[in-house]
């Protein structure tokens, strides 16, 4: 439905821009977040944006260093100034429901996430 690109081994303060394509998955339709998980913790909300009035939340811990976009049938995530602390799989995920961008990237996000792509690692390291 979707697959996440763009991930990869960058050393601190580098970027990365990850990728959120979608084949015959109606994508604009859906809210979408990224959401990362580090090796030992839970997965969290790390930005996320709405499909009908671009509404965007990110988490404090990507405020000022990431920003999500969308494009025709993809959603994107520009990541900056990366920290060793950025470290995880970073997936894509997108919910059916009509509900803010903030409730898309919320702890429960399981709840309310429809779909997920596989994942793309990102290992910050020098």
């Known amino acids: 439905q979707f697959e996440e690109s763009g991930g990869g081994l960058v050393q601190p303060g580098g970027s990365l821009n990850l990728s959120c394509l979608s084949s015959?998955?109606?994508?604009?339709?859906?809210?979408v977040g990224w959401f990362r998980q580090a090796p030992g913790k839970e997965r969290e909300g790390v930005a996320c944006?709405?499909?009908?009035?671009?509404d965007i939340y990110y988490a404090d811990s990507a405020k000022g260093r990431f920003t999500i976009s969308r494009g025709e049938n993809a959603v994107y995530l520009q990541m900056n100034s990366l920290r060793p602390d950025d470290t995880a799989v970073y997936y894509c995920?997108?919910?059916?429901?009509?509900?803010?961008?903030?409730?898309?990237?919320?702890?429960?996000?399981?709840?309310?996430?429809?779909?997920w792509g596989k994942g793309t690692l990102v290992t910050v390291s020098s």
């Open positions: 995920g997108a919910s059916r429901r009509w509900i803010p961008a903030r409730a898309v990237c919320a702890p429960d996000h399981d709840a309310v996430v429809d779909y």
């Open positions: 015959g998955f109606p994508l604009p339709r859906y809210e």
């Open positions: 944006i709405t499909g009908v009035d671009g």
